[in-house]
């Protein structure tokens, strides 16, 4: 499940954001 986003700004921006919290979720489940 691990997809590179399209070379982008808000792309790269929007994934940075989801991956902190993303991972954090992941790893207290």
Do not use: E, L, N
Not at 7 to 28: E, I, L, M, N, T
């Amino acid at each position: 499940m691990r997809r590179r986003p399209p070379k982008s700004p808000v792309g790269d921006r929007w994934a940075g954001a989801v991956s902190v919290p993303y991972a954090f979720v992941r790893d207290v489940s």
